[in-house]
């Protein structure tokens, strides 16, 4: 009987197929890896431009607090970044206590406690 074609040519030393697989499985990994650290950092760019915005917010209210003469008992600020309500809380002998209230656009959230001394002039209104 005569052997066909492809009995007849048939080689089996395919040692290149396992290196190739093995090379593009470990391609797909570094890619897969690069992507999930690409997702990460942009995570964390806005959680950095998300706390910049905070800070900033807090400066303004506190320079702008700094500069009134009277001090209410409460007062809201405005910023086109968000509004920080400042709360005077309590406050002992020579220092008065006040809760900063931040609120981006975004909606982020921060509260933070300021300790102003208590000058003789200066009155808090309530």
Do not use: C, W
Request: no cysteine; charged share 25%.
């Amino acid at each position: 009987m005569r052997k066909s074609y492809r009995q007849y040519n048939k080689k089996e030393e395919g040692y290149i197929f396992p290196y190739l697989l093995l090379i593009i499985t470990l391609l797909m990994l570094f890619l897969m890896n690069e992507i999930r650290l690409y997702e990460v950092n942009q995570q964390t760019v806005l959680s950095h431009a998300e706390q910049y915005r905070l800070k900033s917010l807090y400066r303004l209210a506190s320079n702008q607090f700094e500069l009134e003469e009277k001090r209410p008992d409460r007062t809201l600020y405005s910023f086109p970044d968000g509004e920080v309500e400042i709360t005077y809380q309590n406050s002992t002998d020579n220092e008065a206590n006040y809760i900063v209230g931040i609120t981006t656009l975004e909606g982020s959230y921060q509260q933070k406690i300021i300790q102003k001394p208590i000058e003789r002039n200066e009155e808090i209104i309530e």
